[in-house]
């Protein structure tokens, strides 16, 4: 499995953002998808995932404010982004689980600043 990301940059409090993630090779294979943050000095954490039945799961920190959606005929999963805040600063990781192994994609960063 290989995962492309997009999106970023720097966007204002409160503003919006859209990271994708498209994924390639043995997707079939892929039981959950989703997004995951690591600011400096912290611990990577999730985000939001969705699993192969469509339920998503969403940090509580984003929850209300981040949508995670998944398009199938792409093999790729959008998450959107708004009202955010400089606490959501990090560089963003997209990641598949298959039963036998974790990917990673290159991570790609969100800066929220005025």
């Known amino acids: 499995v290989q995962l492309q990301a997009s999106g970023g940059g720097l966007v204002q409090p409160g503003g919006s953002l859209r990271l994708s993630c498209a994924a390639s090779g043995s997707t079939g294979s892929i039981n959950v998808i989703g997004w995951y943050r690591q600011a400096p000095g912290e611990l990577r954490e999730l985000v939001a995932t969705?699993?192969?039945?469509?339920?998503?799961n969403y940090s509580g920190s984003v929850k209300g404010r981040f949508t995670l959606t998944k398009d199938n005929a792409k093999n790729t999963v959008n998450l959107e982004m708004s009202n955010l805040k400089p606490e959501d600063t990090a560089v963003y990781f997209c990641?598949?689980?298959?039963?036998?192994?974790?990917?990673w994609g290159r991570g790609t960063q969100v800066t929220v600043s005025s």
């Open positions: 969705i699993s192969r039945d469509e339920t998503t």
């Open positions: 990641g598949a689980g298959t039963s036998r192994q974790f990917y």
